[in-house]
């Protein structure tokens, strides 16, 4: 650990674990060794964490830690860099960051790869910040590079006012998408709308197929960032124009999908997708970079934020998770330290 | 028609059509006019056509002809150019050249679209050439630019001794692929090993998913070209690597296919296909350029040939298509004028 600024550290910190898989109740504080930076590593003093869908799903017992990662949930934090590794810019030590982390975040104390902190613009909160990076690197990759979104295109979104579905709103708006949501209330629906979606299809009255259908003129999506799978890939491509992208980042609906591949090759639709917590440090390194280029100066200038549903102490990350659960929440949950 | 060239051109020519989708008999000669070149298109006197899958299935009915196109089939032919449109330049005239044409190659004459042309070299027969274009256009496309395939990596096909298959072989050794096919039956193994087949495995005999795991040691393939479709698809994404490519060509084992999408995002998978007849006349010249500079030196030096099945008299265009379903050929079933 370097000495580039000296920080008084405790040798412990509080974190939240889980013995057993199960509902949220069984989340439960511990004590833990605060760790140290490795080589190419930062230590952040967490000010708030965000909590996504696969910290709850990892909590279910579905979606473990991958090998080398914290045992602790939590995907994303921002805070003060307090120590620094080996071969770290020594400026970087007591500066603001947010960080994509592989877990560990549910804690006073994390450890994060410096080629995966973003800088915490004078201007955001330190919540905002830690509510931003997890979504922004999933939707940017695989709207903007996997699904190869470019401006004038239409991104179609199941789950507009989850924290994916807002930032994709957020960033597809920015990048001159026309953005079409579906959402399971009018409510929700008028929440999209207000965020900047262009059309809130409410899924529970309405067919979304039909909805996209009439809102592209018959013409379809681009693209759809899909997180639901199962049944709603087959209506999915039927809702994509010729060339169109069907990305997937999460199988809520189910993983078994039926699809026609002479619809495939037919519109010369693409299916694919990926998950971001498995890959290696060098591929979000670059996705970072990609970021620090085109969509942090947004967020410098204060036009790219995270949509806030409500933060919760870390003591009460089970009410956070039911939270998350529930589905009730409007863009992102966080966790104050 | 411009007047470059002087060729005394009959006003009739003899074509091969049909009145009702049916069997290969439904296939008889009729005599129409000798069509005129329009602007960009040459009149080609065809000394061979190349006969192809979805000839087949357009006389079975289930692949009219695209809207434009000509009802006769035949979508590849090579011959001697005896007319020109305005705006082709007027050296063309006289020469040996093999083209993609949308339809009209069972013909005596055929038109074809000057930037769908690629001069035949003089050390290939006129035989040689038309069995090229649709094969190499459609594998070309399908597997370096959809598919992505580069230096290295393993390539799948099915049906490994057909035209698409001994052409994906061929094409394949030349640009440093590892290819593995599968076939029907120990013998089009062997004549798939001696096209250039680094590994034929008989689906018969042998369970081509543990085949391909075998022969890659787990790692899987890069690349699918998939003409089959169906059951396969789940088969064929097992096989493959991870941010492997399932590129479908055609559906010839049923549309529907039943996949599992968290194997296509949990290793980054992606399906994808095209048909190459209803593309417009823009992407086919591009191809066609790509075609040009890239594969075509290899055909000058003479290593770029097809596997020649058999040759027929146009008039037994019947037989042709009979072979060809009796899935007995190995290689291009050609028709001669």
């Known amino acids: 650990m370097a000495d580039a600024t000296s920080f008084t550290l405790p040798a412990t910190m509080t974190a939240i674990g889980f013995d057993a898989p199960g509902g949220p109740h ?30 709850v799903i990892q909590r279910q017992g579905f979606y473990p830690a991958p090998p080398g990662a914290s045992p602790i949930p939590g995907l994303e934090i921002a805070g003060e860099v307090v120590a620094i ?21 549910y804690a006073q104390y994390c450890l994060a790869k410096a080629a995966h902190c973003l800088p915490v613009p004078a201007e955001m909160s330190l919540a905002e910040a830690a509510a931003l990076p997890e979504t922004l690197f999933t939707v940017w990759h695989n709207v903007f590079e996997r699904g190869w979104a470019s401006e004038g295109e239409v991104l179609l979104v199941h789950g507009g006012t989850s924290g994916i579905g807002t930032m994709a709103i957020t960033l597809g708006k920015l990048f001159g998408l026309t953005v079409i949501v579906t959402c399971g209330s009018e409510s929700k629906c008028a929440a999209a709308r207000q965020i900047g979606a262009d059309h809130a299809i409410n899924y529970k009255t309405q067919d979304f197929v039909e909805a996209v259908k009439t809102i592209t003129s018959g013409k379809g999506a681009q693209l759809v960032l899909d997180m639901v799978s199962g049944s709603y890939v087959a209506r999915n491509l039927t809702c994509l124009a010729e060339d169109g992208r069907h990305v997937t980042i999460a199988v809520l609906g189910g993983m078994q999908a039926e699809i026609n591949m002479a619809q495939v090759m037919g519109r010369r639709l693409t299916l694919t997708g990926s998950t971001l917590r498995a890959r290696p440090d060098s591929f979000k390194a670059a996705v970072c970079e990609e970021i620090l280029r085109h969509a942090w100066p947004f967020a410098e200038e204060g036009a790219l934020r995270p949509v806030m549903d409500q933060a919760f102490p870390l003591t009460e990350a089970a009410a956070a998770h039911a939270r998350m659960e ?10 104050e330290m």
């Open 26 to 55: 069984v989340l439960r504080a511990e004590t833990l060794n605060v760790p140290s930076p490795a080589e190419g590593e930062v230590l952040v003093k967490v000010a708030f964490a965000g909590v996504n869908r696969p910290d």
């Open 85 to 105: 590794g080996e071969g770290v810019a020594s400026d970087l030590a007591g500066t603001h960051v947010c960080a994509l982390v592989t877990g560990g975040g």
């Open 326 to 335: 529930s589905g009730e929440h409007i863009g992102k949950i966080i966790l």
